[in-house]
């Protein structure tokens, strides 16, 4: 089902969530090729970007194919993530930027006062919202947990919007809670009846059929996945297939990820350093054969690879031992 964030038109209602380290270009290309409605980056620093930072410039790749994207950007004050959304919306023209109010990484909320910071102080919230706002002229977001250590999605949500966000991402677990707990859906819930933005919830989804679940239980107009994808790319498309027209999802093979691995492979190398290319591709290959017989054996030799041809050896022998 389409629906609109402020004027960018999304096809479905499947959306991938912003994770660091993982979200950058390649993963962002196979989350398109499976069909997924948004596409959210990793988040980037609004003093990265004032310092010109070269790893945050790095990050900021994108390609027209990912489009409709939204860019995430972190920061603690209205000024410098006024001066950060500026550069971003020059340089690479996202669909939307969004702010992250969610991240609970010592780095960001506490030395850096940013990120599920700013639930603790809803004046500098607003404040950086409307900066924002009347920065760029394309629709902004925000990506929220349920609070700090008490909840305050409510008056968080409310004062987002009337700060004049486009829509309002709800992550419903404090910062306290980390991922100790469920995420606790009926915040969405609650969130989506009190604001008219759209809310895209999030939390748990680990199946076409959560997905379905939580749209009907919270009545929010999109979901974010985030962790179920790695390795596992084929369930943004069992979303968008079960919830467009009720297909039951298909096991993926063997052989369909022993192709991903290969193709994530390759958009990495074409276009990052073939160091960080062969260190990121370690940890997707071992997302990719999680659950596969004897898979946790080939894990220590995989952590080993160091060359794009190490690694391809290295999991055609383990093909062969599979078809054995
Ligand atoms: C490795 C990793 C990195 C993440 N990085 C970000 C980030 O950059 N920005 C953000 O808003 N949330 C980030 N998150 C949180 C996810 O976007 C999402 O809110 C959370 O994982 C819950 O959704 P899930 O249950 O579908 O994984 C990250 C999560 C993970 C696991």
Redesign the pocket.
Same mark, same amino acid.
Do not use: L, S, T
């Given at each position: 089902m389409k629906w609109n964030i402020g004027t960018v038109e999304i096809d479905n209602q499947v959306v991938l *969530?912003? /994770? $660091? =380290? @993982?979200c950058d270009s390649p993963f962002r290309t196979i989350a398109k090729s499976m069909g997924c409605g948004l596409i959210c980056t990793? /988040?980037v620093s609004d003093r990265g970007l004032i310092y010109d930072n070269t790893r945050t410039q790095d990050m900021l790749q994108m390609t027209d194919y990912e489009r409709p994207i939204s860019q995430?950007i972190f920061g603690s004050t209205p000024e410098t993530m006024k001066n950060a959304s500026a550069y971003i919306y020059e340089h690479m023209h996202p669909d939307i930027i969004d702010i &992250?109010m =969610?991240?609970p990484v010592r780095k960001v909320a506490i030395k850096g006062q940013s990120g599920s910071a700013l639930l603790k102080d809803p004046d500098k919230a607003y404040k950086i919202v409307c900066e924002v706002v009347d920065t760029v002229p394309v629709p902004v977001t925000v990506?929220i947990r349920s609070g700090w250590d008490k909840i305050n999605a409510l008056e968080m949500a409310r004062l987002i919007e009337d700060a004049g966000a486009s829509a309002i991402t709800v992550?419903p677990r404090t910062k306290e809670q980390s991922y100790c707990v469920d *995420?606790d859906w009926s915040i969405i819930k609650d969130v989506k009846n009190e604001v008219s933005i759209p809310v895209i919830g &999030? =939390?748990? @989804?680990r199946t076409c059929f959560d997905a379905k679940r939580m749209l009907d239980e919270t009545s929010c107009d999109a979901i /974010? @996945?985030?962790? $179920?994808t790695l390795g596992n790319p084929w369930l943004i498309k069992q979303c968008v297939e079960y919830l467009d027209n009720g297909t039951e999802p298909k096991k993926v093979t063997k052989e369909e990820r022993f192709e991903m691995i290969k193709r994530h492979t390759e958009l990495l190398f074409e276009r990052k350093p073939e160091k960080v290319a062969i260190s990121k591709m370690r940890v997707h290959a071992a997302y990719y054969l999680k659950g596969l017989y004897r898979s946790v054996e080939i894990k220590p030799k995989l952590f080993k690879t160091t060359t794009k041809e190490e690694l391809y050896d290295l999991i055609e022998d383990y093909l062969k031992i599979l078809n054995y």
């Open positions: *969530a912003p /994770m $660091a =380290g @993982i990793e /988040m995430q &992250n =969610g991240c990506k992550h *995420a &999030n =939390g748990d @989804i /974010m @996945i985030g962790r $179920a």
